[in-house]
């Protein structure tokens, strides 16, 4: 389709506006009258003058700043909007004050008795809802009080009171899960033990002994070399410390001595005849 001229188009919009009827306005007089139902009855009365301690606080800061300069109405006007926030319930808690509330003192002591508890755990013993539960956990992690170690279900809470180090936190993050912590068991009975092994004693097969196998060598607790075809696991030294704290072996169950490494091979012989 060609579009049309320029010329055209200014033709037709003239057109079109001189065809609008113009308006105008002549003077004609007008008339005043009342605008209620009747007039107003009695004295009009004269706005009563008051005094500068008659208004209030808010009203006398603005007064008094305006009396200064005008832009520092705002910082006055700011403080209580801040104000007005803090009375609705948003407020900023103290470091001090961290524990005041029943709720949150609750849930640290709860945290601070149970390390490594989860939180539909933390939700059962507390009685605490859920998103009353999740506000004061992030209260609670933001002022550091408490830390939390792995992600979506696996998350575990523990005091941060420098009481435990992160290789700490991984072991007894791993010990919750009962065949990592079978696992666990059989390396710091009997050192140097290869997936095959472990499987027959675990019951497990081979690739779930790998996932395990896998995320503990990834926290460096254990080590992993390789004999031949066969993949072999070792307890690193600061990983078997830190299990025979938690589990509370001695040197002697956990540094591999004879009678120990004849329950392994036992075991191990059962399964695997």
């Not at 992600?151 to 009481?163: I, Q």
Request: glycine residues 10%.
């Amino acid at each position: 389709m060609k579009p049309w001229p320029v010329r055209a188009v200014a033709l037709i919009i003239f057109i079109a506006l001189a065809c609008v009827p113009a308006v105008t306005a002549s003077y004609g007089g007008y008339s005043v009258a009342p605008g209620g139902a009747g007039a107003v009855q009695g004295q009009p009365q004269d706005p009563v003058p008051i005094s500068f301690f008659d208004l209030t606080l808010r009203e006398m800061l603005i007064a008094v700043a305006l009396s200064f300069c005008p832009v520092l109405a705002y910082p006055v006007e700011i403080f209580f909007y801040l104000k007005l926030l803090a009375a609705l319930g948003y407020r900023k808690v103290g470091q001090n004050a961290i524990l005041w509330n029943r709720n949150r003192r609750e849930i640290f002591a709860c945290i601070a008795a149970n390390p490594g508890v989860r939180f539909t755990a933390l939700e059962r013993m507390t009685g605490i809802k859920e998103g009353t539960l999740k506000y004061h956990l992030l209260i609670l992690e933001a002022k550091r009080r408490i830390v939390s170690f792995g992600s979506g279900r696996s998350l575990r809470y523990f005091e941060n009171n420098g009481r435990y180090s992160e290789l700490e936190k991984k072991v007894f993050f791993h010990l919750q899960n009962p065949t990592t912590r079978r696992i666990l068991e059989i390396l710091a009975a009997s050192p140097e033990v290869s997936r095959k092994d472990i499987a027959g004693i675990v019951g497990i097969a081979g690739p779930s002994i790998t996932w395990h196998t896998r995320r503990l060598t990834g926290d460096g607790i254990i080590s992993t070399s390789k004999k031949g075809k066969a993949v072999r696991y070792t307890f690193c030294p600061a990983g078997l410390n830190v299990f025979r704290q938690f589990t509370g072996e001695g040197a002697g169950a956990s540094s591999g001595s004879a009678d120990s490494r004849m329950s392994w091979r036992e075991q191990s012989s059962k399964h695997n005849p």
